[in-house]
T-cell receptor, first 113, second 114 residues
């Protein structure tokens, strides 16, 4: 069965520090992988996605993620975190048949000044 | 260009009642998916509509039903409401029944069941 695991429920980083949010997936075929961000009381905004090709993908707001097939991982990174990055981050996997989509349980990011 | 819109924003219902939530997809999108996001959890896939048909369904009981109209807008209906149905209901739209294109999410409808 398809699933997404985000091992870190909550992460706290200092402003200006680097960030890595972990995501592991379980999917039988080639997955479509996504990272979304959700600010309090808001809907979900797509940060980046991976379908194929270069395993390092660049997204909005200075985020990037690397697809590692051997590790079934798609970790999100940012070199220098800003206070405005504090939010909930969700990793998701979509089937390449296009009609199934699974989210992880999310990682809550706190940024301290 | 309007994004995905949902109505109402908030809703309070009593156990046993029925509720209808509405979603209008982003312009040019023809595929609508619904998700339930309980407090502190990730969104859970309910079902997807494409070409006015339910194409795929997540692990939700038949109390959850939907509909897609010719203009691609969609409704989510929940019958016999339970306290556990309290959640943020998100609608997302994309193109062609596939996630090859970006899936855009609406702001959600917050449903509280008392």
């Amino acid at each position: 069965a398809q699933s997404v695991t985000q091992p870190d429920i909550h992460i706290t980083v200092s402003e200006g520090a680097s960030l890595e949010l972990r995501c592991n997936y379980s999917y039988g075929a080639t997955p479509y992988l996504f990272w979304y961000v959700q600010s309090p009381g808001q809907g979900l905004q797509l940060l980046l996605k991976y379908f194929s090709g270069d395993t390092l993908v660049q997204g909005i707001k200075g985020f990037e993620a690397e697809f590692k097939r051997s590790q079934s991982s798609f970790n999100l990174r940012k070199p220098s975190v800003h206070w405005s990055d504090a939010a909930e981050y969700f990793c998701a996997v979509g089937s390449n048949t296009g009609n199934q989509f699974y989210f992880g349980t999310g990682t809550s990011l706190t940024v301290i000044p | 260009d309007a994004g995905v819109t949902q109505s109402p924003t908030h809703l309070i219902k009593t156990r046993g009642q029925q509720v209808t939530l509405r979603c209008s997809p982003k312009s040019g999108h023809d595929t609508v998916s619904w998700y339930q996001q309980a407090l502190g959890q990730g969104p859970q896939f309910i079902f997807q509509y494409y070409e006015e048909e339910e194409r795929q369904r997540g692990n939700f009981p038949d109390r959850f039903s939907g509909h897609q109209f010719p203009n691609y807008s969609s409704e989510l209906n929940v019958n016999a409401l339970l306290l556990g149905d309290s959640a943020l209901y998100l609608c997302a739209s994309t193109v062609g029944g596939t996630y090859s294109y970006e899936q855009y999410f609406g702001p959600g409808t917050r449903l509280t069941v008392t």
